[in-house]
């Protein structure tokens, strides 16, 4: 599949990840936890991280791969990665 991504003129990462967040339904949490996983992070960095705990952090992966329609972290983190770095903080 082929992905295009449009940026506007004035738009902003910022601007860039409230669409992302909006489009697919994120929470901040969640958006925040699929920023991580898009750096590469595991679970338990994560975790310490946003200091929450690691079956926290799970249970927001799950959420997102729902939201996202996506199996595993390497999709959800393409997808990520794919929106114009609008979701990586």
Avoid at 9 to 14: D, L, P, V
Wanted: no cysteine; proline share 1%.
């Amino acid at each position: 599949d082929y992905m295009a991504t449009l940026i506007e003129r004035g738009e902003t990462a910022q601007t860039r990840r409230a669409s992302f967040i909006a489009r697919w339904g994120l929470s901040h949490r969640e958006a925040e936890v699929l920023g991580y996983i898009a750096q590469g992070k595991t679970g338990p960095e994560i975790a310490i991280l946003l200091a929450i705990s690691h079956d926290t952090v799970r249970r927001h992966t799950a959420s997102i791969f729902q939201k996202l329609s996506v199996e595993s972290r390497t999709a959800a983190a393409t997808l990520a990665l794919e929106a114009g770095g609008g979701i990586i903080s």
